[in-house]
């Protein structure tokens, strides 16, 4: 009996022995590793490991450690708040098959993962791991989620998901936003089919959705707010993506149309495309889907407003043509929104062509006749590309239509033929080709440049004869269009090409023009020498006007002599060295150019300023248009007499010097003036295109782009900048809300710190509601004065010697400082920092009118 005791006691003993070594025996390597993650924290004691001679697979198990087998198979240790690195060998845990060190403050170089080929879960996110290695991801066959958010991994040269990650076919999750994921968007993630969730926002990629993508099965898909202009290209690869459920797109710069079967995706609940460029139409699929989200604020979205059926929707900073839901747009709006469907919504005109008039705003390449209908597209060298769409045809008031110099296809619509008041169509230096639409005689057509239509050797049909008189509605002469076409080389209106036969034509043309040329010349010698013999009595006397210096071919002749009935014309034509001016005694010429012109003549050309040549009024009086003997038209500026006090015959001179000296391709060129009596005339060149509803607004337009231009010492209008920043309120407007963009883009002589750019920042964000696409939505100047007034007061100089120098007193209010400065200048004060200015306003001489105060609002 008691041999059986004993017996059954070993028994036990080595039962109890057996199940012991069970749960005590830990892989001596995977020991090391435990031990070394250990070691390297700085606050081990969270861990509550024991320090020494307990075994990490137990009994009893390590807390966070979980083992089978003796072999460590799991780690979870997020949201502990622990500090420290990671040991390099960390892969050596080959039986790791879930790993959560989320949320922690790690640090250091991440351990290469190569060859944790059981691992299936890793969650790395939310630490400060700054470095990734190259081969971190070789080996995770069985990977099904990844996640790295929030590490500032290679944060100087940043990185990118490596082709050996293809591999790891069972991955359904990869979540690394705000990583520093660099590139662009790897092809193969798309042929990943059992990925079902990509989070990849808040990184720096850059390029287009792949191709790839359209076959995929996401559910999730997050790309949003990408660094340095994000992601571009076309969405149209999104709507085949049918299994999405939440898209998001915003913050990059996404371009093109949202396509038009975005429908397609059923099960999409939310869907985010705010922050791109984006433009067209919203598709009436997109409208009827039944979203519990949708954002499309900031894009370039045109058209009308749809009815939405989502459950939240946005959709401001859009040119939509009207801003309720349902509302239509008018007619000449759809024209031209087809237009720019068919040449694939250039950014330059999508974001200059907003409303729902285009007689109104902004409208870039349009003009309109006088009864507010688009009679001019201008779009010549814009970098167009795309079709020509039929529908232009439907503006019935087109006179001139200037396409050339783009990158325009397919052919010029038959129904352009239709365009009764139609007089020129320019699309030479594109690559049209035929059928050739057959026009009238009356149309001008330039089709230079084009290779496909017959070889591009191609010459250009003239503007009909007499026989054939314009249109009831008389477009503009030559001389007046906004784009100047080749010279016509054919008078039929059928297109040439040249033959054996007709070079032999031009050859005796050569001849025959020659000996015409010899005779002209011999007539020209006559006359001048009969001229001269009758200058001692000359009719009348010449003076020559540039419009611009740095175009001196480009001028305006004034004539006008001292008889009883005062004749007066004017003629615009091409300068020569022997275009000389001569005045007569009688007459008198201010600063170079500017006539003094009897106010007789031009109460005949305005017909006794009746009111029906009323072209406007304001504080200083009122302005007519006139017409001279040869057609010329002539606006004439007439200040009342009841404001004849001394500071409005000053602010006249005033005017009168300015104006001749400011020469702009912009500005109206001050031809004369008259000063008779009470009566004080100004004499303009007149703008038939002028809409003739200019307001105060147009000022602080004015006044918030001189603000652009200080801030960032550029021009308002610069053809050598790029597309995006040519014109400077345009890129000015995208980039301020920026403080890194608008820090970058401040005129580097301000020497701007931290302290200053907050003033800067003011200035900006002025200069932003003065140059507010609607004139209702800019302010008054009264405004401006208020904001800039403090920042006087705070900028002020405290040199007593800087303030001895100018002669004023800092201490005074705004109003009374240029008060003082006005004074300065008419005691020929100057600045000579103001030669350097970049701007385009000229210094203001003296007597001219203040700003913000005066009676005529300029």
């Known amino acids: 009996m008691g041999g059986e005791s004993m017996n059954l006691c070993k028994l036990l003993f080595l039962l109890l022995g057996c199940v012991t070594l069970g749960y005590s025996v830990t892989d001596p390597n995977d020991l090391k590793i435990l031990l070394d993650f250990q070691k390297g924290l700085e606050n081990p004691e969270l861990l509550k490991w024991p320090a020494k001679g307990d075994d990490p697979c137990g009994p009893p198990l390590w807390p966070h450690v979980f083992c089978s087998n003796g072999r460590v198979t799991q780690i979870q240790v997020q949201n502990m708040g622990l500090k420290g690195s990671l040991p390099q060998n960390f892969n050596q845990l080959s039986k790791l098959y879930n790993i959560g060190l989320q949320r922690n403050n790690f640090t250091g170089k991440l351990p290469t993962f190569k060859g944790l080929s059981e691992l299936e879960f890793a969650f790395l996110d939310y630490n400060n791991f700054d470095t990734i290695p190259s081969d ?23 990185w990118s998901l490596p082709s050996e990650l293809a591999d790891s076919v069972q991955l359904t999750n990869l979540s690394a936003s705000s990583s520093n994921l660099a ?51 076309p969405i149209d690869v999104i709507a085949s993506m049918t299994s999405l459920s939440q898209l998001w797109l915003h913050g990059n710069s996404f371009s093109g149309k949202i396509p038009e079967n975005i429908g397609d995706l059923s099960l999409l609940r939310d869907l985010n495309l705010n922050g791109n460029k984006l433009a067209g139409l919203v598709p009436q699929s997109l409208a009827d889907m039944q979203l519990d989200n949708l954002d499309l604020n900031n894009n370039q979205l045109m058209g009308p407003v749809p ?81 020509l769409s039929p529908s232009i045809a439907k503006l019935d008031s087109l006179i001139q239509i200037g396409l050339g110099g783009n990158s325009l296809i397919g052919t010029i619509p038959t129904n352009f033929t239709n365009l009764n008041s139609l007089r020129l169509l320019d699309v030479s230096g594109n690559n049209l080709g035929p059928p050739l639409p057959k026009f009238r005689n009356s149309v001008k057509l330039v089709v230079d440049g084009n290779p496909l239509l017959d070889g591009g050797n191609q010459t250009h049909q003239t503007p009909a004869s007499a026989s054939n008189p314009p249109p009831e509605k008389s477009p503009p002469s030559p001389s007046t269009m906004p784009f100047s076409p080749p010279s016509p080389t054919s008078s039929s209106n059928t297109i040439q090409r040249k033959t054996p036969r007709t070079k032999l034509v031009i050859v005796g043309g050569i001849l025959a023009g020659s000996l015409l040329a010899i005779v002209l010349i011999a007539l020209s010698l006559y006359c001048c020498f009969k001229k001269r013999k009758e200058s001692s009595n000359p009719p009348s006397s010449i003076v020559v006007h540039p419009r611009d210096p740095s175009d001196p071919d480009n001028i305006v002749k004034i004539a006008f002599s001292n008889n009883t009935i005062r004749s007066l014309s004017t003629q615009t034509g091409t300068s020569s060295a022997s275009n000389t001016s001569s005045l007569t005694e009688n007459s008198s010429l201010v600063d170079s150019g500017n006539v003094v012109i009897s106010v007789q003549v031009l109460r005949k050309v305005t017909d006794n300023f009746s009111q029906k040549n009323q072209l406007g009024s304001g504080g200083f009086g009122i302005v007519y248009k006139g017409e001279l003997d040869d057609g010329t038209k002539i606006a004439v500026k007439r200040m009342e007499a009841g404001v004849m006090g001394s500071k409005a015959g000053g602010e006249f001179q005033a005017e009168i010097a300015v104006l001749s000296k400011v020469r702009h391709r912009h500005l109206v060129s001050l031809l004369g003036y008259s000063i008779e009596g009470s009566e004080r005339l100004l004499v303009y060149e007149y703008m038939p295109q002028v809409m003739g509803k200019i307001t105060t607004k147009v000022d602080v337009f004015s006044y918030g782009v001189v603000l652009m231009e200080l801030l960032t010492g550029l021009v308002a209008l610069d053809e050598e900048r790029s597309e995006e920043s040519r014109y400077l309120a345009e890129w000015f407007w995208r980039i301020k809300s920026s403080k890194e963009k608008l820090m970058a883009a401040i005129d580097p002589a301000l020497n701007v710190d931290e302290e200053t750019f907050e003033s800067i920042s003011t200035i900006a964000e002025l200069a932003g509601h003065c140059t507010s696409r609607d004139p209702n939505h800019r302010p008054d100047m009264g405004h401006a004065v208020n904001v800039l007034g403090p920042l006087v007061e705070k900028w002020k100089p405290v040199n007593d010697e800087s303030e001895d120098f100018y002669g004023i007193d800092y201490n005074q209010p705004l109003p009374q400082m240029l008060k003082v400065w006005q004074d300065a200048d008419s005691t020929g004060l100057s600045y000579t920092s103001l030669s350097d200015s970049k701007g385009s306003i000229p210094a203001r001489p003296a007597g001219f009118a203040e700003s913000f105060t005066s009676a005529d609002g300029r």
């Open 183 to 233: 590139g662009s968007l790897p092809d193969f993630l798309g042929s990943m089919q059992s990925l079902s969730n990509l989070r990849l926002s808040y990184n720096r990629l850059y390029g287009e959705i792949p191709a790839s993508f359209g076959k995929s099965l996401m559910s999730t898909l997050l790309l949003n707010n990408q660094e340095g202009g994000g992601m571009s290209g």
């Open 136 to 158: 971190f991801f070789v080996g995770l066959s069985s990977i099904r989620v990844l996640a790295l958010d929030g590490n500032p991994l290679n944060e100087s040269t940043g």
């Open 307 to 387: 009815n939405f059926k989502a459950g939240k929707v946005s959709y401001e900073s859009n040119p939509f043509c009207q801003s309720e839901p349902g509302a239509e747009c008018a007619p000449e709006v759809n024209a031209l929104l087809d237009f720019l469907g068919g040449v694939n919504y250039p950014s330059i005109l999508t974001s200059q062509w907003s409303g729902n008039d285009p007689c109104q705003g902004p409208w870039l390449g349009l003009n309109c006749d006088s009864y507010s209908k688009v009679s001019v597209i201008n779009l010549l060298r814009h970098n167009l590309t795309g079709t």
